[in-house]
Structures are given as C-alpha cells and as structure tokens.
C-alpha cells in the first residue's frame, strides 16, 4: 500500500481503529495520534515491520524506538519494572511518561527497538484512539513521531501526510494532539536516582517529591543515546533558527509568545499549555513559509518550558 500512491487519511473511529489493527497486524505502518504527538506505529515485536519504521523516516539505527502498550501488566512482559518503576507506572501511566528500564532477555521485541541497548523505552499512552488501537492488539507498538527523521514532529495528520505521504500505509485522524511535545523520558539508574533524557509535559521534581517525599537528586542525559529525542540537531524547520528574539528581521518568520508578537504566536497569553500544544503547528507553518529564516521569541524555562525550549534549541543547531 505505501510507495507512490498517496497515503491514505481516515477518522480515528471504530471502523478506522479495526482497519488500522489490521494493517498494523500484517506488518505495515499507520500513523495516530496520541496525547503528545502523532505517533508512526508498526508492530514491535516484527523485524520487518520495524525496519519499515527505520526506512520510512529516514531514520538513523543507532536511535531506538518507545515502545506502546496498554499498562504496566502488560510492560513487565518486555522490561523488568524494579525499584521505583512499577509504582510509576501504576501512578502515572496512561500519560505523557516513557520509562526507560532493563529489557527481558525473553521479551520478544525486534532487535532494531532498542538499537543494541540492554534496555527499552516503554509508555502507555492516554489519548483514546491510541489506547483503543492497542486495545485492539495483542501485540506492542513501536510507534517514534510520524515526520521525516530530525525534521518537525507531527500534532495534526495533515502534518504527517506533508511529511510522509506515500511512504505509509494509513493515517488515523483525530485532531490535534493536546499536549504538542514528545513524552518526559524517565532512566531509573540502579543506585535508584532519576535521570531526565528528556524534558516533557511531566515535572519529574514534583513527581519524584509526590511519590517518594524526598526532592529528586539532579540527573540527566550523558553523552550516549539511550532513547528517543537525544540528538543535538531535531526537530528542525529546514531554515536558519534563532532564538531568544525580540523582534523578526525582514527575511525572518517570526513565531512570537506573549507581548513579542509575529507572523504565527505560540500563545498571546503567554500561557506555557497553550504554547506547547502549538509549538509544532507554529514550525510546521514557519517551514512553508517563503522567508528563509525564522525568529523564536523567548519563552520561560519553567514547567512545560523546559521542555519547549528543549525541542527549540534542537531545531536551532
């Protein structure tokens, strides 16, 4: 089905999630949403279905996949939830939180899901049309954002068809995705600290503070890729970023926040939500713009903040 014909886009409704089953069942590739962005979905435990990921996106071996299941049950099939990561997982899941953990030697999953690591990403995402599509499944997805590798990551399908028409098999529609930015990565080290690879929409200091009544030590990424989202360069619009701008340049697409207003605003409210949920959307119309440039206002390094400005410096490297 995918090659040269155009992909085809369907509603994300009862007929469209047991076709997309279908499809995802024999091996092919359907993009759908989630809470965060839209997700392309192949079956995880399929050498060949994940290699399609791999083709599809452009996307480089050595960076691994999140994989998507129903609930913690149903993740303790594939990664050992020790210490901290059941009661995560039973707290927080579904949301917007992938937890990276050790593999099972016997969890049956595709070798190129966790590019040679000894552990695997794993959510249980919590927008409806994902869940009932899983629910549908009595296997895991694979499922990394539905764009072109390092490019701008998808939150409406029309941004997945720009990107990847043709080269999947179907698209389930459902809106825009809520959240606009990538899950919060989670590694539980085995001295039992919480390291953040990624910033996202869950605030792992009031988490860590909630569920454990201590403040969570400071730990990040290092310099190896252990899950999705670690590149320097992501998430780009094919032009020259900058960031941090108080105003646009006659060549530049200015994407304004608050008071610093543009061609497309993040938020005229200055709210960090709203911000996020149209970041993507904002870099997606600054990427057709015919200005070869584009300028960022600054947005706050608090909350969701974090994370948007994450996903900004990425795009401007």
């Known amino acids: 089905m995918s090659g040269k014909n155009a992909t085809e886009t369907v509603f994300a409704d009862a007929k469209g999630i047991a076709r997309a089953a279908n499809i995802l069942a024999g091996g092919g590739l359907v993009a759908v949403p989630t809470e965060t962005v839209y997700g392309l979905a192949a079956r995880a435990d399929s050498d060949h279905a994940v290699a399609r990921i791999y083709q599809a996106k452009g996307r480089p071996s050595f960076n691994p996949l999140i994989v998507h299941v129903r609930d913690a049950e149903q993740a303790a099939r594939y990664a050992r939830l020790e210490r901290d990561a059941d009661r995560l997982a039973r707290s927080v899941w579904p949301g917007p939180l992938t937890l990276v953990l050790s593999r099972r030697e016997d969890a049956g999953l595709a070798a190129a899901v966790t590019a040679g690591l000894p552990t695997v990403a794993l959510r249980a995402p919590a927008h409806p049309a994902m869940r009932a599509l899983l629910a549908a499944c009595d296997f895991p997805l694979a499922a990394p954002s539905a764009n072109r590798s390092g490019f701008i990551s998808p939150t409406r399908a029309e941004h997945v068809s720009a990107s990847l028409d043709g080269r999947i098999d179907l698209i389930l529609d459902a809106g825009p995705c809520e959240e606009g930015v990538e899950s919060t990565i989670l590694a539980i080290r085995e001295d039992g600290r919480w390291d953040e690879l990624r910033p996202g929409p869950v605030d792992l200091d009031a988490l860590h503070q909630r ?36 105003a646009a340049a006659p060549d530049e697409f200015m994407i304004g926040f608050g008071d610093v207003t543009g061609h497309c605003s ?36 608090a909350g969701i903040g974090v994370a948007i400005n994450d996903r900004l410096r990425r795009a401007a490297a």
Do not use: T
């Not at 320097?232 to 020259?240: L, R, T, W």
């Not at 409210?269 to 119309?285: I, N, V």
């Open 266 to 301: 993040l938020s005229l409210r200055g709210d960090l939500g709203e911000a996020a949920a149209r970041l993507y959307a904002c870099l997606h119309e600054a990427a057709r713009s015919d200005l070869p440039r584009v300028a960022v206002a600054a947005v706050p390094e």
């Open 211 to 246: 569920l454990l009544g201590a403040p969570r030590e400071s730990g990040g990424a290092g310099d190896a890729i252990e899950a999705p989202g670690q590149l320097a360069s992501h998430y780009a619009p094919g032009k020259p970023v900058r960031l941090n701008a108080a």
